[in-house]
């Protein structure tokens, strides 16, 4: 979907879009009357209905398969971002644990990471950039907690946590930046676009009152496109109204800060 659609709200895009399949479900049924009387297509109702049930089955599996696709992949974004804030919310306990200075270095660290996700990176990401500021920090982070060397047995268990939650932490960013630059391939939008926009035109063919077939193809029309609405809505989880939000993230560095 192009990312038009996410710059205007989610109603208005989905509004633009059902109104254009309603547009060409009512035009198009305006020129084929012209060309070819209800009479005359009435006849092939019966061979219309068995081929539009076909496709319309093969439709309607890969608009749910697709569907499904964009509503998990919005949930598994979504997660990456809820662990990513657990692990930098668990480094920060940990760090807690470690005397006075280490604790508070690797505490700073974290700090730097997680504002620098916020500040600079959730921007990028709402304007579908690749987010790059974080890993400095990132990796700022890694070596303050490599550097630290405990003294005791305590310190050395805290520690081997620490750089497992740092490697962890590591995952979840990668994960969250591989949904904020991927969606849906474009060969999959053209296959749904032009294939749905097909099952309509085949409607078209039934030989019925050109006003009442007008609302059943409209009606049909607008039915599908909404489906695609939801899928372009889910797409892009950064982005437009229906996004994933940094709420988590907030609040794990709100505990940093006090």
């Not at 049924?29 to 109702?45: A, D, S």
């Not at 790059?132 to 805290?158: F, H, K, S």
Request: charged fraction near 20%; hydrophobic fraction near 50%.
């Amino acid at each position: 979907m192009p990312l038009i659609f996410y710059d205007v709200p989610t109603w208005l895009g989905g509004a633009a879009l059902i109104g254009l399949f309603i547009l060409f479900a009512t035009a198009g049924i305006e020129i084929v009357c012209r060309f070819h009387p209800t009479e005359f297509r009435r006849g092939y109702n019966d061979i219309t209905g068995f081929i539009i049930a076909v496709i319309g089955v093969m439709n309607a599996v890969l608009l749910a398969s697709v569907a499904i696709i964009a509503l998990e992949n919005y949930d598994r974004a979504e997660m990456s971002v809820t662990r990513e804030a657990s692990y930098l919310g668990d480094i920060l306990r940990m760090a807690a644990a470690l005397p006075p200075e280490p604790g508070e270095a690797v505490r700073l660290a974290a700090l730097k990471y997680g504002n620098a996700v916020l500040d600079q990176e959730w921007p990028d990401m709402r304007k579908s950039l690749t987010p790059r500021e974080g890993w400095p920090r990132l990796n700022e982070l890694r070596d303050t907690v490599m550097r630290y060397e405990p003294a005791t047995m305590r310190q050395q268990n805290i520690h081997g946590h620490m750089i497992t939650m740092v490697d962890e932490l590591t995952d979840a960013r990668r994960e969250r930046i591989a949904f904020a630059d991927d969606g849906i391939k474009p060969t999959v939008w053209g296959v749904l676009l032009l294939g749905n926009l097909g099952m309509v035109a085949f409607s078209f063919l039934f030989g019925l009152d050109k006003r009442w077939h007008q609302l059943l193809s409209g009606s049909f029309a607008a039915l599908t496109a909404l489906v695609i609405v939801l899928i372009a809505a889910l797409d892009r989880p950064y982005l437009g109204e229906v996004s994933i939000t940094p709420h988590e993230l907030q609040k794990a560095i709100s505990r940093m800060e006090r």
